[in-house]
């Protein structure tokens, strides 16, 4: 009997090794390639799985439904049921097999955490917390060298080839920096909550900082309005959560119910009042009133059911732009809306409004049963989540959909080995003060 104990505690010893080095590799790797998110959320929920298997955990409880999981499978059934009159099944279905597979293995990881020797989530979550770091580096080094760890690296794989050569860049390739910038964002306040509550203070203060300034360099200098604006929320997210604690996280989930409310009003009011052609306003912020404007008019065509899940770029072709004077982008829909909010109505029709609302809100106030220390944190990152997918983004996206699993798994992974430590703290203190 003694052996099989033995054999099982090493076996999931392992499990906490394997787990530590995916979660330091994970951030890292993401940040640099951001469409590598799908490939870490299969081998990081599988870590938690298999650990939670080796400890004898119930299977039943992995699939254990709630309301925010509920909510998470209605959307994704309904996605499932808009390819019957979406003008691209094929792609329709693709996407709703994504986002229910997604759902299903983020929700059962999730819950497998809970068998996991605080020790080894403590392990994983600096893991965590140092790759995350390391990423920003790389990007923050990247933007301020003009690249040249990148360059030197294509010089010393391809010297000799001028095929080669003529595709060095100085910079980041816009479309990348984009995605790398979005990356850093969703790692920074899990990795803050690890900081924070890990480390003693003198390394803590040292380290949140430094933290703090390599995200914020490359998300300026990025020129992202988008990525200022989620950095910004997120930060008065959290001052705020930290004073009202689960208070913000209903308040975020009545926002995000909001949002579908009010997103076609103050989108044609935008319009009507010409910002479009308000030179004052960056071209990228006249191009958005643009897009949203006229994807609210098609919004029109199919109030109810939408036109189908994913089915924007199949529409598209069909579209014949014109480009009045004075407009910095053409009459379109785009490849997305550019707007979660808005590419739902158009997508999913009032239906889907009503499912993704109600979905987000439950995952939102699902952060009030974290520990109380973890919450500021998380309505941070869901304020980081929200923001970036108001201005940017199409909701189809898989480095985006498995990009936001992963970010609930690293925050689900830190808060549980925070508050393991915090209470060994406490109960410490607790002796302490009775001797």
């Known amino acids: ?42 081998l990081i929920a599988g870590a938690l799985l298999v650990g939670y298997w080796r400890q004898g955990g119930d299977w039943r409880q992995l699939i254990k439904l709630n309301y925010a999981l509920a909510a998470a499978l209605a959307v994704a059934l309904y996605a499932f049921l808009s390819a019957a009159w979406s003008p691209d099944p094929g792609s329709t279905l693709g996407k709703a097999a994504l986002l ?4 299903l293995l983020s929700f ?18 600096l893991a965590f917390a140092i790759g995350a770091f390391l990423g920003t580096l790389y ?30 860049v100085g910079r980041f390739k816009p479309e990348v920096l984009r995605r790398s910038v979005t990356m850093l964002l969703m790692h920074l306040w899990p990795a803050l909550l690890v900081l924070t509550f890990l480390l003693r203070p003198f390394r803590r203060s040292i380290f949140t900082l430094l933290f703090i300034a390599a995200v914020a360099i490359p998300v300026f200098e990025s020129g992202r309005e988008s990525a200022q604006l989620a950095l910004i929320g997120s ?55 643009i897009l949203w404007e006229y994807t609210a008019e098609r919004v029109l065509e199919h109030p109810w059911i939408g036109v189908g899940a994913d089915a924007t770029p199949a529409l598209r072709n069909s579209i014949v732009a014109d480009q009045p004077k004075g407009f910095v982008y053409p009459r379109s829909t785009g ?48 304020a980081t ?25 690293y925050l689900l992974i830190a808060a549980r080995a925070v508050t393991r430590k915090s209470e060994k703290a406490i109960g410490a203190a607790g002796k302490a003060s009775q001797a």
């Open 100 to 103: 229910l597979g997604v759902v």
């Open 235 to 289: 930060v008065l997210a959290f001052i705020l959560a930290s004073a009202w604690r689960g208070g913000l996280s209903r308040a975020l989930a009545a926002a995000w119910c909001l949002a579908f409310v009010v997103v076609m009003p103050l989108t044609f009011a935008a319009y009507q009042a010409e910002l479009h052609m308000d030179e004052s306003l960056p071209k990228s912020a006249r191009a958005r009133v």
């Open 335 to 382: 490849h997305h809306a550019h707007n979660l909010f808005l590419q739902v109505w158009y997508e999913l029709g009032l239906v889907g409004a009503v499912l993704v609302a109600l979905a987000g809100a439950a995952i939102a106030t699902r952060a009030t049963l974290l520990p109380s220390e973890a919450q500021p944190f998380a309505a941070a990152t869901f």
């Open 139 to 168: 990007i923050l080094v990247g933007i301020l060298t003009e690249n040249a760890i990148q360059r030197a690296a294509e010089h010393a794989v391809a010297m000799d080839s001028p095929d080669t050569k003529k595709h060095f």
């Open 1 to 42: 009997m003694s052996d099989i104990v033995e054999t099982s505690v090493t076996s999931f010893r392992r499990s906490g090794s394997v787990l530590m080095i995916l979660l330091f590799l994970a951030p890292l790797a993401s940040a640099v390639a951001p469409r590598l998110t799908w490939l870490f959320l299969l």
């Open 108 to 125: 059962m990881a999730g819950n497998a955490i809970t068998a996991w020797n605080p020790a080894d989530l403590r392990r994983a979550s």
């Open 385 to 409: 989540f929200g923001a970036n997918v108001a201005f940017a983004w199409g909701m189809w996206q898989t480095w985006l959909i498995c990009g936001a699993a992963l970010t609930l798994l």
